[in-house]
């Protein structure tokens, strides 16, 4: 069993930037795939970014287009995601995810594990 808490979420103006934490329980942190997925109102749930468990491998959604990054430091069961140039539409909900595998999964039927979500405010 894993417990994810994602902090960092707030309101930032276009432009801005904000990290993003997920800190997670048990003592196998390493061997799980972290995802990061955001959910606008009225929005389905998608897919932003992904690491894998060794922190060499990574996914990204297309309109991440470079502003956004993932890492992870398994000493500490945290996975970030810093998020720079911000926009409006970058608006959500953000919600950290956890799958014990060897792939990077984008589909969030893959991840077995998530997070209450951070809220991300994106002034114009």
């Known amino acids: 069993q894993v417990q994810l808490v994602e902090s960092g979420g707030g309101l930032v103006q276009a432009g801005g930037s904000l990290r993003l934490s997920c800190a997670a329980s048990g003592r196998t942190f390493s061997t799980y795939a972290m995802g990061w997925f955001r959910q606008a109102p009225g929005k389905e749930r998608e897919f932003v970014a992904a690491?894998?468990?060794?922190?060499?491998?990574?996914n990204y959604a297309d309109f991440v287009q470079g502003r956004f990054a993932i890492s992870r430091d398994n000493a500490k069961n945290t996975v970030y995601l810093q998020m720079n140039s911000l926009n409006p539409e970058d608006t959500a909900v953000y919600y950290c995810a956890a799958v014990r595998s060897s792939m990077v999964p984008v589909n969030s039927r893959q991840y077995d594990y998530w997070g209450q979500g951070t809220q991300v405010t994106v002034s114009s």
């Open positions: 690491i894998g468990w060794s922190n060499g491998r990574t």
